[in-house]
């Protein structure tokens, strides 16, 4: 099956799924009108990429306190399949922070994902250099949720600027931006981030803007760093596919994004 890459989800354990989709929902609505489009479990997941011709989803953890790592590698681990791809998390406060990243290295995953908002930190502070350092030495692709976000108040905490100060000082970090860049920020991510190369993939963000401005983004940027991702559950799989079709961005570009793209930064070590 030759089918398209999802570089940004998430799922939840059976049994916790209903209650975590519910109690962030809950979270998002006293600033914004979101909603959950599946219960958060992994079949109901598979059963939205059967759905919208999606054949891997990149699975998001977030461990919102240190003593969440355990548990949530161990549950990467047992959901990990061909078409599932985990990337679990740390918190950067975890003083285990540098040992964790090396031990998710070695339990085989492909990357991690971290949330400064939901982690309580900004990107450029210096107490994560030798945990970014670890990550860059160990070629784990770096899942960072950038912009702002709709459950927390505007912060600068992963802004385009702070984006750049990172790579500055790791400039071979594989980090991948969410949200066209930076969620909200747009006019930013065109001053500071556009043409450079830095991965971005697009959830989240092509209903937020007009469409002419998302296209302008996309097509200014090198077109091996734009991936498909949806944010599923807090987005329907197929409408976020419909979205980026709608762009008529040319069949080579399309192909890139949607699987390409994802492919090579999966595949390469
Ligand atoms: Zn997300």
């Known amino acids: 099956m030759q089918g398209i890459i999802d570089f940004h989800t998430h799922a939840f354990p059976d049994p916790l799924a209903e209650r975590a989709v519910q109690l962030l929902l809950e979270e998002g609505r006293k600033k914004y009108d979101v909603h959950a489009y599946l219960d958060g479990r992994i ?123 990172v790579l500055d000082s790791f400039p071979d970090l594989r980090l991948v931006t969410t949200h066209l860049g930076a969620w909200e920020d747009w006019d930013e991510v065109e001053r500071h981030l556009s043409g450079k190369k830095i991965y971005m993939e697009i959830s989240f963000s092509l209903d937020c803007m007009p469409m002419e401005t998302a296209r302008r983004i996309i097509m200014k940027h090198p077109k091996d760093h734009i991936l498909f991702g949806t944010d599923s559950p807090w987005a329907d799989q197929a409408d976020a596919l419909a979205l980026l079709k709608n762009l008529e961005l040319g069949q080579e570009m399309e192909n890139l994004v949607l699987r390409k793209n994802a492919l090579n930064l999966l595949t390469a070590a």
């Open 43 to 165: 079949s109901s997941l598979l059963t939205s990429m059967d759905r919208s011709g999606i054949e891997k989803s990149v699975i998001c953890s977030i461990a919102t306190k240190p003593s969440q790592f355990d548990p949530i590698v161990k549950w990467s681990k047992q959901i990990m399949s061909d078409r599932i791809i985990p990337f679990p998390s740390l918190h950067p406060e975890s003083p285990d922070a540098v040992e964790q990243v090396r031990q998710i290295r070695a339990e085989g995953f492909k990357g991690v994902k971290f949330h400064p908002y939901y982690q309580d930190f900004s990107i450029d502070e210096k107490r994560l250099f030798p945990m970014y350092e670890e990550l860059q030495k160990q070629r784990l692709i770096v899942v960072m949720h950038t912009g702002f976000d709709l459950a927390f108040e505007r912060d600068r905490k992963c802004d385009p600027e702070k984006i750049l100060r």
